[in-house]
């Protein structure tokens, strides 16, 4: 009977315009934005190179000067991103606070508060403000020098003063700015990251991260237009009430349509998937690698599932509760909320929606986060879970009181 | 298997407003017809019946099943919504197998059931029609199809007749009178030919109650010896409308032909005539505007 | 003209007021994700173009919601008004409180002391947020299904994060840039999208619902 549903309702989907817009635009948007590039800069490195690309530095002067860096950006707009429970928490500081920051920064960098936001409105002029990306790469390279025979002890103290202004799961944590500063890789880090890319992720398996990475952007928002439009569908086309009087349950129902939504959400993900990993397979035959061949699924089911999974889960729950589009703007919000809050382009996954990865390679570095991933990525399939049941609760509850939960029924 | 249904002072409450207030009715096999005015409390008296609205007091047993075992409810139940609809993208086929499905039908089933019960409702030629491209005769019809395709022991339609134009109204009240067999059609509407042509038993529903209960001739009876023909002219119909009951009017010219109740003879000129349904319903509504 | 702010006072109460309380709500929020004190040129147009855009998708989308039912559709265009009648007015309303929502932010900045150039940043808004607003009121009239107006609006803000180099005169977020020129191009298109909207609903709607 499940599957009799599930398959009538994937009929359903496929006769929709939304689920066209979402294939068009999401296959458009993967194969212009994973260009070609990547793949012929994919070399082994030779010793000599002028450039092996960046990796997390252990080096306390260079931690010192971007952990300035972003804290003065941080106290000059006078909002801090935390993230205490893993989903993100804005704080703004009182004047009395905010003047302690700012006399923390002067005290570890030997300057006034005033002379180091002229240095950083010259620095910031430099750059475009549009992309992320761009953005990105103006913080990445502004840094902020400490004054002379200033040591990392008294930095870790002067951290931990602004980690009691701002509060818990800020960058300022020791375990946090310890490993977000980026300098260029030695070409003996860049080898040794190479093999591990070639050894642990045979190539495809790090192409697919750096895949789900741009992936995740668009599935935080696209999927719930489908959904939603599914989910209205019964109280556009005057059926509730016929639905409503049949037997068949409201796990069947809802179940049903969830899966086949799912579903087909996932169909265009992993056939576009599949189609940009193959040049990616064949090179990594040339370096005499035996790629993972399935990696097209196993990559996106671990990223992009359990996003997939509650962005719908959410669109019904909201949905069928409100009768209304109301899921559009919740998703719209922390979809495009996230993206911009996001502190980093590369791992930081706590319990963020979109989980980054924009990177090809750092296999090394991924399989330190391997489990904060999984903890995220579990906490998301499960609360996909509980919207899903929440979901059928709600629909039981509609159809014992004859239509909206909310609105008048007559 | 006991085919019945039981209403027990039945109410029903939307906030403050009293939609149905101790209803009781006993409904056996057959055609049974649910009559009043727009507002009466019939929907929400057929959604108690189908487990689509929760009742505030009172029991309802359907087939012996108390209504609130929603699950064996709607196995044993066909329901006919008032407006009536599916997918405008589906075709009468798939709109009626989805709906089949619904009713728990497996695919072997289904495949038997759904061209027959669309031959039944004259649809097998129009099978292929989109739902959006359907007439209001034709959705009724599919209406009633995926009503009726499970097999119900009662079957409940609302308003069944509304906005169909007269022949094809005819055929759908030929159509409900023969699936009327061993087990109960109730069909709820303000249009009082319906009923005349097809039931025998009749519950009159007013402001949320009861107001009348029984077989088509005891309501008719109410009104025997009252209803009388006159013709008048055409100036007096107003004064004539204030004093009685006036249920028909024919102006020919300066003339005009009137039906009217009223207890005794009203003017010398007026003669008796075999009293119809509607004379009677009327009268029961216009007595029971006189009690409030 | 009272038959019309008649329509209109009756648009608002039956299907508007929930999207309007959702902007204020939203110019209400704005605090805690954007700053507003001492903004230069770059910064106040980043608010502008990536905040505030919002307000444009937000009011202009839903100004066909009554008629996605189609009896009541039905039931208007029984009437003998012509329908561009009918949305005029709310394509007026929608106007009005984007411009306000828009003058409120631009005072709120200007307030906070900034630097930037208040006049070109608010003709730029303007032009701008009307026309990211009419891409969302264009679809969802020629579709008749608001949920996709939200989708190719919310798309197209995407799409200008990373992709503005396809985009030409159109894309957005050019006032970030230091490119205050474009607002000609964003009014044209508006203007073209909002009319076409009207005209193109009756035709193309009809048979496709």
């Known amino acids: 009977m499940f599957g009799a549903m599930f398959l009538k309702e994937c009929g359903q989907v496929v006769k929709s315009l939304t689920y066209y817009i979402y294939v068009v635009v999401f296959v458009l948007f993967m194969t212009s934005q994973m260009s070609s590039e990547d793949l012929e800069n994919l070399q082994e490195p030779l010793p000599g190179q002028p450039y092996y690309g960046e990796t997390v530095t252990k080096d306390e002067t260079l931690i010192m000067e971007g952990t300035l860096a972003k ?67 103006a913080s990445a390279s502004y840094k902020v020098s400490v004054k002379e025979g200033f040591t990392y002890a008294e930095f870790q103290t002067a951290m931990e003063e602004i980690c009691r202004l701002v509060g818990k799961g800020s960058s300022y944590e020791k375990t946090e700015y310890e490993n977000e500063v980026y300098v260029p890789m030695t070409y ?52 509730q009430q016929v639905i409503f009087s049949k037997p068949a349950s409201g796990a069947l129902i809802i179940g049903s349509r969830y899966l086949a939504n799912l579903v087909m959400v996932g169909i265009p993900v992993i056939v576009t998937a ?91 570095y991924y399989a330190s986060l391997k489990n904060e991933l999984l903890r995220n990525k579990g906490f998301y399939c499960l609360l996909a879970g509980v919207c899903l049941i929440l979901t059928i609760l709600v629909y039981e509850r509609k159809r014992r009181k004859g239509g909206s939960l909310i609105w008048k029924n007559i | 298997m006991d085919i019945s249904i039981e209403i027990k002072g039945l109410t029903k409450n939307y906030g403050k407003k009293k939609a149905l207030s101790e209803v009781s009715l006993s409904i056996g096999p057959g055609m049974f017809g649910l009559l009043g005015p727009n507002g009466a409390g019939k929907t929400t008296l057929m959604k108690v019946l189908t487990a689509l609205v929760e009742k505030n007091g009172g029991e309802v047993t359907v087939c012996g099943v108390p209504v609130e075992d929603s699950r064996q409810i709607r196995n044993m139940t066909g329901y006919l919504p008032q407006d009536f609809s599916m997918y405008g993208n589906m075709n009468a086929y798939e709109a009626l197998d989805y709906l089949a499905l619904l009713s728990g ?188 | 003209m009272e038959k019309y702010i008649k329509l209109t006072v009756s648009f608002i109460k039956r299907q508007y007021y929930p999207h309007l309380l959702l902007t204020i709500l939203f110019a209400v929020c704005s605090g805690g994700f954007v700053s507003f004190k001492g903004l230069g040129d770059t910064q106040a147009a980043k608010a502008m173009e990536m905040y505030v855009a919002f307000a444009g998708i937000l009011l202009f989308v839903p100004l066909f919601m009554p008629e996605q039912d189609k009896d009541i559709w039905d039931l208007e265009r029984s009437k003998g008004m012509p329908m561009w009648k009918v949305y ?72 200008n994060l990373g992709g503005a180099k396809y985009l030409g005169n159109f894309a957005l977020f050019q006032m970030m840039r230091g490119e205050y020129g474009t607002w000609m191009y964003w009014l044209l298109a508006a203007a073209a ?14 048979r496709n619902r």
């Not at chain 3, 009419?134 to 798309?155: D, E, H, P, R």
């Open chain 1, 188 to 239: 003996e880090q860049a080898k040794e990251e190479f093999d591990a890319l070639c050894s642990q992720d045979g190539f495809t398996r790090a192409y697919m991260r750096l895949f789900c990475d741009y992936a995740g952007i668009m599935l935080a928002i696209l999927p719930v237009f489908v959904g939603v439009s599914r989910a209205l569908r019964d109280r556009r086309a005057k059926v």
């Open chain 3, 193 to 206: 999208l909002f009319a076409a909207g009207v005209a193109l609903r009756e035709r193309l709607a009809v």
């Open chain 1, 71 to 137: 804290l003065m950006q941080d106290v000059w707009r006078n909002s801090f991103a935390t993230y205490p429970l893993g989903f993100y928490k804005g704080i703004t500081l009182t004047d009395s606070e905010k003047k302690q920051a700012e006399e923390i920064l002067a005290r570890c960098t030997g300057k006034s508060y005033e002379t180091l936001e002229e240095e950083m409105k010259r620095h910031f002029g430099q750059y475009d403000q549009v992309s992320p990306e761009e953005t990105m790469a």
């Open chain 2, 105 to 292: 039908m497996n695919r072997a089933e289904r495949k038997v059931k759904v061209p027959e019960m669309l031959e039944k409702v004259n649809l097998r030629e129009k099978q292929k029609t989109k739902v959006r491209s359907m007439s209001g005769g034709m959705k009724r019809r599919l209406g009633i199809a995926q009503a009726i395709i499970h097999d119900p022991k009662v079957i409940i339609v609302d308003e069944p007749t509304a906005g169909l134009d007269p022949e094809e109204r005819v055929r759908f009240r030929n159509l409900l009178c023969e699936i009327a067999k061993d087990r109960i059609v109730l069909l709820s509407t303000h249009i009082v030919g319906d009923i005349e042509a097809t039931c025998e038993n009749i519950a009159v529903l007013n402001q949320g109650k009861i107001c009348f209960d029984g077989k088509l001739t005891k309501l008719l009876s109410l009104v025997e010896g009252k209803v009388y023909s006159a013709e008048i002219a055409a100036v007096e119909l107003e004064k004539v409308k204030q004093k009685y009951m006036v249920t028909g009017i024919l102006t020919t010219g300066s003339t005009a032909n009137i039906k009217i109740i009223a207890d005794d003879k009203p003017f010398p000129q007026a003669r008796q005539v075999q009293p119809d349904v509607e004379d009677a319903y009327m009268y029961l509504m216009h007595r029971e505007e006189g009690k409030r």
């Open chain 3, 88 to 159: 005029l007015p709310r394509l007026l309303l929608a106007s009005v409180c984007c411009l306000s929502v828009i003058a409120l932010f631009l005072g709120i900045m200007v307030n906070g002391g900034g630097t930037f150039h208040a006049f070109l940043l608010f003709r730029g808004a303007c032009c701008e947020i009307f026309f990211l607003g009419s891409i969302g009121y264009f679809t969802s009239a020629v579709t008749n299904q608001a949920v996709i107006g939200y989708m190719l609006a919310v798309i197209y803000f995407a799409v």
């Open chain 1, 274 to 364: 599949f189609l940009l990993q193959q040049p990616y397979y064949y090179k990594a035959k040339t370096f005499g690698i035996q790629g993972d061949l399935l990696a097209f699924l196993k990559v996106p089911c671990l990223w992009l599932l359990p996003e997939i999974m509650i962005v719908l889960a959410l669109a019904f729950l909201i949905t069928e509760f409100t009768d209304t589009i109301a899921a559009v703007f919740v998703q719209t919000a922390w979809g495009i909320g996230g993206l911009f809050a996001g502190d980093t382009l590369v791992g930081n996954f706590g319990l963020k929606l979109v989980t980054r990865w924009n990177t090809l390679g750092q296999s090394m």
